[in-house]
């Protein structure tokens, strides 16, 4: 099993900054690509970000290159996503996710989702 945490969420001014964290459990953490997904309200959870395992590769949706970048301490078991000049319509509840296979695609565990609001 894999516990992930977030924090970090916030209420911030449209072209503002913010950092959330994700702090995983487990001993093999060094081993798992990680990602960040979103949900606003009344719409599907979407993609955001991810990262393999080395922190060597990332994947960005359309939407927020450019302005995300997410990151990895695999001596903190700790994947952050920093996320620069929002936008209202970054508004969602942020999941992290954690995919034991590396794959970048299979999605084992999610953690409790942090809730970032963006306003205009």
């Known amino acids: 099993q894999v516990q992930l945490v977030e924090s970090g969420g916030g209420l911030v001014q449209a072209g503002g900054s913010l950092r959330l964290s994700c702090v995983a459990s487990g001993r093999s953490f060094g081993s798992y690509a990680m990602g960040w997904f979103r949900q606003a309200p009344g719409k599907e959870r979407d993609f955001v970000a991810a990262i393999n395992w080395s922190g060597g590769i990332t994947y960005y949706a359309s939407s927020v290159k450019g302005r995300f970048t997410i990151s990895r301490d695999n001596a903190k078991n700790t994947v952050y996503l920093q996320m620069n000049s929002l936008k209202p319509e970054d508004t969602a509840v942020y999941y992290c996710?954690?995919?034991?296979?590396?794959?970048?695609?299979?999605?084992?565990?999610w953690g409790q989702g942090t809730q970032v609001t963006v306003s205009s």
């Open positions: 996710a954690a995919d034991t296979s590396g794959t970048v695609v299979a999605w084992s565990y």
